[in-house]
């Protein structure tokens, strides 16, 4: 997954932010902050964003 954050294709982009965040793979933070902000307000895009702040909120609690 790590290796298609750098894909041409946006949504392969999106899709490897969110596979990272599910295995809880830091490197999803970074791309997700690179991603941001969703384009055209699109709610797909956004919870696939989502998935990285919700791996911060899982890793970051005490």
Avoid: K, N
């Amino acid at each position: 997954m790590a290796a298609r954050l750098d894909d041409v294709d946006r949504l392969v982009q999106l899709v490897a932010v969110y596979g990272l965040a599910l295995h809880d793979d830091e490197r999803c933070v970074e791309a997700a902050r690179l991603l941001r902000p969703p384009q055209h307000s699109s709610l797909e895009e956004e919870s696939y964003l989502d998935a990285a702040w919700r791996y911060e909120w899982r890793r970051d609690r005490p």
